[in-house]
């Protein structure tokens, strides 16, 4: 087993309030499985998994000068590992601007402990309804397209080089309410929940 293995280990203990090591060692990341155009390439496993609850956010905005539409404006949601039944935060997840990108806004996954993060480019999508349900958004194959160090060095996130979203519920931009100019500016937050997988190279 690898140092980073280890340290992977002991800093899931800070979060989850010190279960046993045995509880956490013999742990494993069970990957549901997914329509072919999202699978995750050879040589990658998921070393984090997180429960996401949160929202996906929307504003009205007028795409011509006679009509208007929802326009995404980015998520907002906790990550949980679920522990003997219950829910420990293990990661927020926003929009932000990447340094890596000259500062454009990606999709980003902070980790609550040592606020190492990780910003992700949406690679394929699937709306596959052997898989995603009619009232949720897209299940998403990321990339991740930038990484950064907490500061004081913590790295937990930065080996992950692929992001699974999947299992998700709601978060469609809504059907109605941006129809009229007193709707200009509206704001949504609707409720979704998704369920996070990182991956990284095989050692």
């Given at each position: 087993?690898?140092?980073?293995?280890?340290?992977?280990?002991?800093?899931?203990?800070?979060?989850?309030?010190?279960?046993?090591?045995?509880?956490?060692?013999?742990?494993?990341?069970?990957?549901?499985?997914?329509?072919?155009?999202?699978?995750?390439?050879?040589?990658?496993?998921?070393?984090?998994?997180?429960?996401?609850?949160?929202?996906?956010?929307?504003?009205?905005?007028?795409?011509?000068?006679?009509?208007?539409?929802?326009?995404?404006?980015?998520?907002?949601?906790?990550?949980?590992?679920?522990?003997?039944?219950?829910?420990?935060?293990?990661?927020?997840h926003f929009l932000?601007?990447?340094?890596?990108?000259?500062?454009?806004?990606?999709?980003?996954?902070?980790?609550?402990?040592?606020?190492?993060?990780?910003?992700?480019?949406?690679?394929?999508?699937?709306?596959?309804?052997?898989?995603?349900?009619?009232?949720?958004?897209?299940?998403?194959?990321?990339?991740?397209?930038?990484?950064?160090?907490?500061?004081?060095?913590?790295?937990?996130?930065?080996?992950?080089v692929f992001i699974?979203?999947?299992?998700?519920?709601?978060?469609?931009?809504?059907?109605?309410?941006?129809?009229?100019?007193?709707?200009?500016?509206?704001?949504?937050?609707?409720?979704?929940?998704?369920?996070?997988?990182?991956?990284?190279?095989?050692?």
């Amino acid at each position: 087993m690898t140092l980073r293995f280890f340290r992977s280990i002991l800093l899931c203990a800070i979060v989850v309030g010190t279960p046993s090591f045995a509880a956490i060692a013999q742990a494993q990341i069970a990957v549901p499985p997914v329509p072919t155009d999202i699978q995750v390439p050879e040589g990658f496993s998921a070393f984090l998994e997180g429960y996401a609850i949160g929202t996906q956010n929307f504003i009205c905005l007028g795409t011509t000068k006679k009509s208007m539409a929802w326009k995404f404006t980015g998520p907002q949601a906790t990550l949980f590992l679920k522990v003997d039944g219950q829910l420990q935060q293990v990661a927020t997840h926003f929009l932000s601007a990447n340094p890596g990108e000259n500062g454009l806004a990606r999709p980003t996954w902070q980790h609550s402990t040592d606020t190492s993060a990780v910003w992700g480019r949406v690679k394929a999508s699937s709306t596959d309804p052997a898989y995603v349900e009619p009232d949720a958004i897209p299940w998403l194959l990321l990339e991740v397209a930038g990484a950064q160090l907490g500061p004081t060095g913590g790295d937990f996130m930065t080996d992950a080089v692929f992001i699974h979203r999947l299992n998700t519920t709601g978060g469609l931009a809504p059907a109605a309410g941006c129809d009229s100019l007193a709707d200009l500016g509206a704001v949504r937050l609707v409720p979704y929940t998704a369920d996070y997988f990182f991956y990284r190279a095989d050692q």
